[in-house]
């Protein structure tokens, strides 16, 4: 049982490329999310999907967009990256919205854009 | 809207020394609420959690209580340890079930030997 991973760890862009950061969860949990942690900002949430095929946006979705084609897999994509999208990026998820559903935190993805 | 509003670090400690983080939150009704630590180079993990007012969640030696009175949930420990050392977030889940976690902006604790 992995847990939550993501791929890749470390990536250096520059302005204007693309990517994809990839979250995967073998717990079968419904509920996926990605973060972004910036120094002194805390964890702002991007996007979040309640099920395979949904996504739904969060407090910064601006600059990405997300897709759930399978049940454990949450992609985040940057179709033209910008310096303010260097971060650590966190994948998470859970088994719901719901009173006391613990969120699982993959170990992160540092992404800096030159 | 939900919030969480959580004392600024960072702190710094010695070995030994009693720690309290203040968390202060914002919501309707009756959340539940969290603290999460996040080590060094890693994710955040779930630390203790209570889903009604005056449960007391605890784990590793802290603990936090849900004080719906003065809408608080202030983490403390009697004893810290050098691997204590962490950023701890305090987070809110609405009741309704609608929105995701609510996260505090973190606080940064050093503890030195």
């Known amino acids: 049982n992995a847990g939550v991973t993501q791929t890749p760890k470390f990536r250096v862009l520059k302005t204007g490329q693309s990517m994809t950061l990839l979250c995967a969860q073998d717990?079968?949990?419904?509920?996926m999310y990605w973060y972004r942690q910036d120094p002194g900002m805390g964890l702002r949430l991007i996007h979040y999907?309640?099920?395979?095929?949904?996504?739904a946006k969060g407090e910064v979705p601006d600059g990405y967009n997300v897709s759930r084609l399978k049940k454990q897999n949450f992609l985040l994509g940057l179709e033209s990256a910008a310096p303010s999208q260097t971060s650590v990026y966190f994948c998470?998820?859970?088994?719901?919205?719901?009173?006391?559903?613990?969120?699982?935190f993959g170990p992160g993805t540092r992404l800096t854009v030159t | 809207g939900n919030s969480v509003t959580q004392m600024e670090g960072p702190v710094t400690l010695s070995e030994e020394a009693f720690l309290t983080i203040n968390c202060t939150y914002t919501?309707?009704?009756?959340?539940?609420l969290f603290w999460y630590v996040q080590y060094p180079g890693e994710g955040l993990q779930l630390l203790l959690k209570?889903?009604?007012?005056?449960d007391k969640g605890s784990n590793k030696g802290f603990e936090a209580t849900y004080r719906k009175e003065t809408t608080s949930f202030h983490l403390e420990k009697g004893s810290v340890q050098v691997s204590d050392s962490a950023v701890y977030f305090c987070?809110?889940?609405?009741?309704?079930?609608?929105?995701?976690?609510?996260f505090g902006k973190g606080t940064r604790l050093s503890v030195i030997a």
């Open positions: 998470a998820s859970n088994l719901g919205i719901a009173v006391s559903y613990e969120q699982y």
């Open positions: 717990m079968n949990h419904e509920y």
């Open positions: 999907s309640v099920g395979e095929g949904t996504t």
């Open positions: 919501a309707t009704g009756y959340p539940s």
């Open positions: 209570a889903t009604k007012a005056d």
């Open positions: 987070a809110l889940s609405d009741r309704t079930g609608n929105t995701p976690l609510v």
